[in-house]
Nanobody, 126 residues
Framework: QVQPVESGGGLVQAGGSLRLSCAASGRTFSDFAMGWFRQAPGKEREFVAAISGSGDNTYYADSVKGRITISRDNAKNTMYLQMNSLKPEDTAVYYC???????????????????WGQGTQVTVSS
């Protein structure tokens, strides 16, 4: 198994930037595809972005495409989410998750992710 731990959340003004990190301990990091999800108050948890275990394939939700970049450094067992041009509607708790899937496949369903972090709050003020 793998244990993800998020960091980097905080308060930022609309139009600003923030970078989230997800450090994972446990099994070989590259054996896992990694994803970011978010949950706003009163709403269901939703997919944001995901990256394959090899790091050569990514997938984004339409709502964040062009503003957010997911990446990973397998040597450091860490995944990143660079968020630019942030909007108030990006306010949510952001969760890092791992799905056992090596290679270039990118799982896109929340149900494919087995290991979850505790979340980090991102608040975008208008």
């Amino acid at each position: 198994q793998v244990q993800p731990v998020e960091s980097g959340g905080g308060l930022v003004q609309a139009g600003g930037s923030l970078r989230l990190s997800c450090a994972a301990s446990g099994r070989t990091f590259s054996d896992f595809a990694m994803g970011w999800f978010r949950q706003a108050p009163g709403k269901e948890r939703e997919f944001v972005a995901a990256i394959s275990g090899s790091g050569d394939n990514t997938y984004y939700a339409d709502s964040v495409k062009g503003r957010i970049t997911i990446s990973r450094d397998n040597a450091k067992n860490t995944m990143y989410l660079q968020m630019n041009s942030l909007k108030p509607e990006d306010t949510a708790v952001y969760y890092c998750a791992a799905a056992y899937s090596s290679g270039s496949y990118v799982p896109r369903s929340i149900y494919q992710y087995k290991y979850w972090g505790q979340g980090t709050q991102v608040t975008v003020s208008s």
